[in-house]
């Protein structure tokens, strides 16, 4: 997974724990002061590049945390944000003769579905873009744009309804399993709300130059600044940290306004955080401090143990002779059971408790994980679908989200597309490792490095020596159950 904080080199918003977009370069971690709480010298250590899992799409790195250090805050171009180590992300091209594709002339955008005239835009488009205005439903009233073939493979993604500088337009929707930047190349991935519908937003290519649609106002710079939800953000993103915290998403590849820095939490994972030299230009009524990399970051929050849950979650998470476990662990004897409230991990044999271990959760603990960034850690019956010796937390085990029922509700609400849901469903049906670089998060792990504070993006943590003893009786397919 990946810890809070990062070294620098620093997406959102928006699973969790982390990949990497971008290698970046290594620190000593030797030279680190070791006598800090935990949670602040491992959120500050270059994280996580656990060798073990398999390479993403596009040529992107394994899971990687929030680390790093970056080049010219602000500063972007096709490669990302200036300094930033790694291979090249230029992104690749979608949407062939569809909305969000290439054009010189209208006639290019000549797929069939278009369900207003369609339009080629080229002035402050770099090679164009094909769109059509939005439809208005003559049933529901709501401004639609139309749909065609996601599936893998056809480089299609889904279309959105934008505000458009006051006008209802048709764009493109982000896809880091298409592309590595998520976009077409000259094209960035920036969030977007949804014509006449405000509080829904999206994350949306348009021009890397502008990151916004030509003639728009440049939005507010107001990194670090309090909100209750994504609209209240200049750049529509809020993290669920203490007060809420504005920040910019995907700044990888669209950089970060002045005074900021981007920070990593894994693939399609990074996201701007206010620099400052001293305490008091953070929000320390709010529980902000400025941390050893020259950031404000909240504070770990203290826990409270209570390992009196572990006999009855052993029970629980077994059923019947094993019936409430993964129907992957074919083995049926040694699972975990997680309680977030009571922030204790539970080691079971077949339905009884061999010993309970605390731990720490994400940044926001209460609550089931919903998607990308949001800090939660999420509530289900899981399965191992990894095993990492490497990580740069001690240990790791990659529990096997999204689920199905996951894909289900992100379909559902715009989150991943069909395609994406086919994808995760047949990693579930196949015991294997869904997709991690979606809508939904992913990346979420138990690992080590400490369990006496809420300090990940969404995994569990363990000291070292919880991690040792669950390793030596949990194996891949083996039964991860979080209850709330």
């Known amino acids: 997974m990946a810890a809070v904080k990062r070294t620098l080199v620093l997406y959102m918003l928006l699973a969790a724990c982390g990949q990497a977009p971008k290698s970046v370069p290594e620190t000593d971690e030797k030279a680190r002061d070791s006598s800090k709480n935990p949670a602040f010298t491992e959120e500050l250590t270059p994280v996580e ?3 073990d899992l398999p390479d993403p799409p596009s040529g992107r790195t394994g899971v990687t945390g929030k680390t790093g250090t970056t080049g010219v805050s602000g500063t972007t171009s096709a490669t990302g944000p200036t300094g930033a180590t ?25 797929r069939p579905g278009y369900t207003n005239t369609a339009q080629c835009l080229t002035s402050e488009f770099d090679n164009g873009m094909c769109t059509q205005a939005c439809k208005k439903s003559a049933t529901s009233g709501a401004w639609l744009c139309p749909d065609t ?21 048709c764009a493109s929707e982000c896809d880091f399993t298409a592309s590595d930047t998520g976009c077409r190349p000259g094209y960035a991935c920036v969030r977007r709300q949804r014509y006449a519908q405000p509080d829904k937003i999206f994350s949306i290519c348009l021009p890397e130059d502008l990151q916004r649609w030509p003639g728009e106002d440049e939005p507010q710079n107001d990194i670090g600044a309090a909100c209750s939800a994504d609209r209240d953000c200049g750049h529509l993103a809020c993290l669920s940290l203490p007060s809420g915290y504005c920040t910019k998403a995907n700044c990888l590849t669209t950089g970060c306004p002045s005074g900021s820095t981007c920070a990593r ?9 206010k620099s400052c ?28 143990w209570n390992p009196a849950v ?29 309680r977030k409230s009571a922030r204790n991990l ?23 994980k919903v998607q990308r960034g949001d800090g939660k850690t999420p509530e289900g019956v899981y399965y191992v679908s990894l095993r990492l010796p490497s990580s740069s937390y001690y240990k790791a085990f990659l529990l096997s989200y999204p689920d199905k029922a996951d894909a289900v509700r992100g379909l559902q609400a715009g989150l991943i597309s069909a395609a994406q849901k086919q994808a995760i469903d047949q990693a579930q049906d196949a ?3 869904p997709p991690q670089q979606t809508g939904l998060g992913g990346e979420i792990e138990l690992h080590g490095k400490g369990g006496d504070s809420d300090w990940t993006l969404g995994c569990i943590a363990g000291d070292d020596s919880t991690i040792d003893e669950v390793w030596a009786k949990i194996d891949a397919k083996d039964t991860i159950v979080v209850y709330p």
């Open 265 to 273: 939490v894994g693939n399609e994972q990074t996201f701007c955080v």
């Open 431 to 433: 015991c294997g490792n």
């Open 86 to 110: 790694g291979p090249v992300l230029v992104g690749t091209e979608l949407n062939a003769h569809w909305i969000g594709g290439a054009c010189a002339q209208a006639s290019d955008c000549s």
């Open 310 to 338: 572990g006999a009855a979650d052993c029970a629980s998470a077994w059923g019947t002779a094993g019936s409430g476990l993964s129907v992957c662990d074919v083995t049926k004897d040694d699972y975990v059971a997680v």
């Open 346 to 368: 539970a080691l079971c044999n077949k339905g009884a408790l061999v010993k309970n271990f605390q731990v720490g959760l994400g940044f926001a603990p209460v609550g089931d």
């Open 149 to 169: 073939d996601t599936s893998a493979g056809s480089l299609n993604t889904l279309t959105r309804c934008i505000d458009a500088d006051g006008a209802a337009m």
């Open 277 to 304: 030299t001293a305490a008091n230009e953070c929000r320390e009524s709010d529980g902000y401090s400025c941390d050893s990399a020259g950031d404000c970051w909240a504070e770990p929050q203290a826990i409270t």
């Open 49 to 51: 590049n656990d060798p």
